[in-house]
């Protein structure tokens, strides 16, 4: 949906640009800067200046880029504030002897929610959190209650600039207003409707074996477990504040 490559645009649209887009593959080893503030001309509102610019192979720096240290990979590994990741030049020994490996610009894959990957060392890493978080190594980050999410919601345009910390459920909240999480959706009927077909469930306080009219929608414990605790926390949050 958001990628700006020539595929899923209409056909009348690519004709248009058929003499555009050649120009712009002979400029692409030549001047790659130009390549990237041409292409959005494709379909307005899409594509960002930036998209893209993560496939570009030159060894220089672009405009305004800057390189860190991949976080977890110092020495080997760099990400750029424009979302390019490169591995340096550098000694490699396979045990016997040792060869010289070239600095590379690293090719970054499109997975199929629309994310940039990147094997490093032969693990794939999503390129969007470690660009935020090795330009950010000191901002606290906790993998399992936030992500790093893009602010424009292009998924593939991981310039520095784009990126930031938000809390899963924040950002799930805004996917959702937006309409980018039909999938989410349909696999949300689907468990319903596979929970809608239970007749027991065993509640997880007491073990008990129990038929679903005794717990509330999508509770694992049973009502009457509930009721006991609610009491239980009440009585605790009424003595609390006399103490
Ligand atoms: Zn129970």
Known sequence: ?????????????????????????????????????VLPVFKK?????????YNNPTLEDLENEIWVDALGFDGVYEVSNLGRIKSLGRWVSNGKSERWIKEKIRKQVLVSDGR??????????????IIFLSFNSDTPYNPKKQCVMHINKIKDDNRLCNLKIESISKSHKINYKKNLLPHLEKNNKKARNEYL???????????????????EYGRNKCKSCRK??????????KIKPQQ
Do not use: W
């Open 45 to 53: 509102g899409i594509a960002d200046v930036g998209s893209k610019i």
């Open 228 to 237: 006991i605790e609610k009491k239980e926390s009440y009585l605790k949050r």
């Open 197 to 215: 077909k239970l007749t027991h469930k065993i509640c997880t306080k007491c073990n008990e074996n129990k038929t679903i009219i005794n717990f």
């Open 116 to 129: 940039l990957t990147c094997p490093l060392k032969g693990v794939s890493i999503n390129v969007s959190a």
């Open 1 to 37: 949906m958001y990628k700006i490559s020539l595929r899923g645009l209409s056909k009348e649209l690519i004709d248009k640009n058929k003499i555009m887009s050649k120009q712009i593959t002979s400029k692409n080893t030549e001047n790659s800067n130009e390549f990237y503030t």
